[in-house]
T-cell receptor, first 113, second 115 residues
Framework: LAKTTQPISMDSYEGQEVNITCSHN???????ITWYQQFPSQGPRFIIQ???TKVTNEVASLFIPADRKSSTLSLPRVSLSDTAVYYC??????????????FGTGTRLQVFP | EAQVTQNPRYLITVTGKKLTVTCSQN?????MSWYRQDPGLGLRQIYY???????DKGDVPEGYKVSRKEKRNFPLILESPSPNQTSLYFC??????????????FGPGTRLTVT
């Protein structure tokens, strides 16, 4: 499974766009990229998933360059409630040998007023 | 309401006293998993189950057991808990990967302290 590297922490202010980059140099051909959000004392919550180019939903956008060795989670106009830890995961969407998942240490985003 | 429930939410126990943390989901998901979360280490997978009677080790399985006798339940068993198993535990479930889903639903967590 591909190992991921993210910044440990990031700071932002309300109303700004936040981009969190995840590095996954060893991503395999059949790997997908998934992002989760976790608030203190709660379980992680799925945000977005993608394979290549750009994916957008009502919460965030995910940008994946052609080489797929990194990805960027973009949160538009953050608010205080976006203060959380964000995890990037890389793994196969279709797995016949293992469904082991590796979360990593995540990026702690702090949004200030 | 679709959800994953865990019990107990908080537990303080002593070394060596067997305990079970229950996990139940009402979404008919095939895939279930247990994670532990420790400061600075993120979430680490303990065990997972791809369906009834099918379980496999995650990254940190030592000292834990699981069983999957029913689709909705996936209990985590600590036969002889030790202080290094003090942690925050999360159960999660999702549709099977071959149905194209990578979205996991997490329970509220169980904070375990072993003294």
């Amino acid at each position: 499974l591909a190992k991921t590297t993210q910044p440990i922490s990031m700071d932002s202010y309300e109303g700004q766009e936040v981009n969190i980059t995840c590095s996954h140099n060893n991503i395999a051909t059949n790997d997908y990229i998934t992002w989760y959000q976790q608030f203190p004392s709660q379980g992680p919550r799925f945000i977005i998933q993608g394979y290549k180019t750009k994916v957008t939903n009502e919460v965030a956008s995910l940008f994946i360059p052609a080489d797929r060795k990194s990805s960027t989670l973009s949160l538009p106009r953050v608010s205080l409630s976006d203060t959380a830890v964000y995890y990037c995961l890389v793994g196969p969407r279709l797995s016949y040998n293992t469904d082991k998942l590796i979360f990593g240490t995540g990026t702690r985003l702090q949004v200030f007023p | 309401e679709a959800q994953v429930t865990q019990n107990p939410r908080y537990l303080i126990t002593v070394t060596g006293k067997k305990l079970t943390v229950t996990c139940s989901q009402n979404m008919n998901h095939e895939y279930m998993s247990w994670y532990r979360q420790d400061p600075g280490l993120g979430l680490r997978q303990i065990y997972y189950s791809m369906n009834v009677e099918v379980t496999d080790k995650g990254d940190v399985p030592e000292g834990y057991k699981v069983s999957r006798k029913e689709k909705r339940n996936f209990p985590l068993i600590l036969e002889s808990p030790s202080p290094n198993q003090t942690s925050l535990y999360f159960c999660a479930s999702s549709l099977s990967r071959d149905r194209g889903s990578y979205e996991q639903y997490f329970g509220p967590g169980t904070r375990l302290t072993v003294t």
